[in-house]
């Protein structure tokens, strides 16, 4: 199973290190909890050591930091083959 919205399933999250007010790998952690099969990807603009361990220990797929080559993007997490709805 994977997140949805609309009907849509969601393979990846790629959200910014933070959000708002809350840490992106609150989000994360809330939706692997839910969906396991959602890789999650940590973006941020510092390469902070302590901040990377503590993402990847979180169980995030990566940790890129920006700018992100876009090669290296669809490496770590690769796009589908068709963007339509799957049956």
Do not use: H, W
């Not at 992106?24 to 959602?38: A, F, H, M, N, Y």
């Not at 603009?45 to 890129?64: F, N, S, T």
């Amino acid at each position: 199973m994977f997140v949805q919205v609309s009907g849509v399933p969601i393979r990846a999250i790629i959200p910014n290190n933070r959000l708002g007010d809350q840490a992106s790998g609150e989000v994360c952690q809330k939706i692997r909890l839910d969906t396991p099969s959602t890789a999650t990807v940590c973006l941020s603009g510092e390469a902070r050591p302590a901040e990377i361990e503590k993402a990847l220990k979180a169980g995030r797929k990566a940790y890129l930091i920006k700018p992100v080559d876009f090669d290296k993007l669809t490496e770590t997490v690769p796009l589908p083959t068709s963007f339509g709805r799957s049956n």
